[in-house]
């Protein structure tokens, strides 16, 4: 497991039950470790009570002392946390801003170790000044997210259109011309559609892009470049959450990578949109 620098040691006793105790905490609140960065994730969770543990007197934590100091080494655990603390109810307002508070930890800890994302961006890039077209899918809330990034990269001179993943093979695939480009969104990047669509991209000689949640997903290695938005802290470790607030966010940050590349100007997305009282 990782180790945790700058440790105040107070106090040891403790401190191997704390390590264990944490990674069964992670499981019982995340589920069973799916990919290496799960298994990262427990490492970083039994490591952090070990060393919150050995910062106070005695075995067992001090709240909220121990509890905020395992915040601090793994902003993962700001939701899970709040969401299991057994003192005392959370109401309806302070649900509201340790949501928006988990939000925040989950964008600061991916731009932290946030993958070079230079290829991904120029194939998007290539494919649009070759007259190449520019495909997002996904089902469920990724599809959601991968039709407003759609929208935006259209409104940015980029051609791009939304195609939910499951009407591809009902006669979407003829779209497909060679030297388009597909971003497929999935926060697992294993589920039942994708095994025979890759395949079908790849036969049509379009290049595949994909942003997952899991590095190991089968769709992360069957992509050209693919962008890793990992989140483990979702709303009742289920709800499709922080995950989406990644998608989003990397969504956001393709589109300004094109704006930046391409030279677009403000002047350009008001002849794009004419419509409303944008940037007024």
């Known amino acids: 497991a990782p180790g945790v620098p700058g440790v105040r040691q107070v106090d040891a006793t403790g401190a191997g039950d704390a390590f264990f105790g944490g990674m069964i905490a992670a499981i019982h609140f995340w589920g069973l470790p799916r990919s290496l960065a799960d298994l990262e994730l427990l490492g970083r969770v039994g490591s952090a009570a070990g060393a919150a543990c050995c910062e106070v007197l005695g075995a067992l934590p001090e709240l909220p002392i121990s509890c905020e100091r395992m915040t ?27 949501s928006l508070a988990a939000d925040a930890a989950a ?37 959601h997210v991968g039709r407003r990034v759609a929208a935006s990269l259209s409104s940015v001179s980029i051609p791009a259109q939304f195609v939910l993943a499951s009407e591809w093979s ?59 938005a990992q989140s483990q802290d979702e709303l009742l470790g289920c709800i499709p959450s922080r995950s989406i607030i990644l998608q989003e966010a990397v969504g956001t940050a393709l589109v300004a990578s094109l704006v930046s590349i391409s030279g677009f100007k403000a002047t350009d997305f008001h002849h794009n949109h004419p419509g409303g009282a944008i940037g007024l």
């Open 72 to 98: 601090a080494l793994v902003p993962e655990l700001t939701h899970a946390i709040s969401t299991a603390s057994p003192n005392e109810a959370k109401s309806p307002m302070e649900c509201f801003t340790a």
């Open 170 to 228: 009902h006669g979407d695939l003829g779209a497909l011309r060679p030297g388009d480009v597909v971003i497929a969104l999935s926060n697992s990047g294993r589920s039942e559609e994708w095994g025979s669509l890759i395949a079908e991209f790849i036969a049509r000689h379009v290049t595949l892009l994909a942003i997952v949640g899991m590095s190991e997903a089968p769709l992360a290695a069957a992509a050209k470049h693919s962008l890793i």
């Open 107 to 143: 964008l600061a800890a991916f731009a932290e170790c946030a993958p070079a994302a230079e290829g991904f961006v120029n194939a998007v890039y290539n494919c649009s000044i070759n007259g190449g077209h520019v495909f997002l899918t996904g089902t469920g809330k990724s599809g």
